[in-house]
């Protein structure tokens, strides 16, 4: 069966500490389990002390199959970043947001730039999605509409072509891409602006996916609600129904959740991102075949 862990962030002793929790032992530096394997939901790199340990890490228990790695929207960004857009930019420009979001991941591989290389190859390679028997992972949205095109498509690899497809307004791939590893978001009034966790004024708010109450607020539709809309219903064609009840698990990471103990989101979508790399902890669920998330099955580990 699996074990699933949310976003990292460079934080491998944290990672170390989790993964010896779930009872994982480390053989000739690789960790593994007798009848267990890890599903790990994206975002290794950017913000905390430990990337290229993490990285190490996370990529031998890929190699050995003990692990499946998916692709979080911070390993999607690093390859735009890298990546020339034929126009004299990057697909990611290097401006001063992005420069500061991916700071602590170029310092750190500063003097290992062919070690960086092969791990922006290995991003590459990163499944956006994961359906197994029984159970479902993405970094931020399952949005079935979306993943099935991308089976149509046939994707299976980041290469520049797609890069390029996915950051052309217009292009599905961008719609796609963008919702898969970051979420969906609502336009709300310019009058309403908020601020998001680095800062930048926004008027789009992410929408938590999984809120099927008919009766919902504002506040539990968005993740951050301006405090004039908190008690405010939401219109009914915002009720997406995206996730339906009756679908498989599905586990993703992405939210910076700040509870102080890790919750369901519904009865079969479960987020696994508590907040690591800002004074939060690291939190796996232990799936074992069920078809209905259980509450009391997470393990966590907090910074040492």
């Known amino acids: 069966m699996y074990d699933l862990i949310g976003d990292i962030h460079g934080h491998c002793e944290t990672l170390q500490k989790l993964l010896q929790q779930l009872g994982y032992l480390a053989e000739n530096g690789i960790y593994k389990h007798p009848s267990r394997k890890i599903i790990f939901v994206g975002d290794y790199i950017d913000r905390g002390p430990q990337i290229k340990e993490t990285l190490a890490l996370v990529k031998s228990m890929v190699d050995a199959g003990h692990a499946i790695a998916l692709m979080g929207n911070h390993e999607y960004n690093a390859v735009a970043y890298a990546t020339p857009d034929g126009n004299g930019s990057h697909f990611r420009s290097h401006n001063d947001t992005h420069n500061r979001q991916h700071g602590a991941t170029l310092e750190q591989f500063r003097n290992h730039p062919a070690l960086w290389e092969q ?106 609600c301006p405090p004039a809309l908190h008690d405010e219903p939401v219109p009914d064609h915002l009720h997406l129904n995206i996730y339906p009840t009756d679908a498989p698990p599905v586990f993703v990471g992405h939210y910076w959740l700040e509870e102080n103990a890790p919750a369901l989101q519904s009865s079969n979508v479960v987020c696994l991102d508590y907040s690591v790399a800002k004074d939060g902890f690291l939190a796996a669920y232990r799936w074992d075949g069920e078809q209905h998330a259980d509450g009391n099955k997470f393990v966590i580990a907090r910074q040492q």
Request: proline fraction near 2%.
């Open 119 to 224: 791990y922006l190859e290995w991003f590459r390679t990163l499944p956006l999605f994961l359906e197994l028997d029984g159970i479902r992972a993405v970094h931020a949205c399952w949005d079935q509409q979306h993943i099935d095109w991308l089976k149509e498509e046939r994707y299976s690899y980041l290469s520049n072509e797609w890069l390029r497809k996915a950051h052309q307004y217009g292009n599905k791939a961008k719609l796609v891409v963008e919702e898969t590893l970051k979420g969906k978001e609502l336009n709300i009034p310019a009058e309403h602006v908020w601020y998001d966790k680095d800062g930048h004024a926004r008027t789009a708010n992410r929408i938590k996916w999984w809120v099927q109450n008919k009766e919902a607020k504002y506040k539990d539709f968005l993740f951050s």
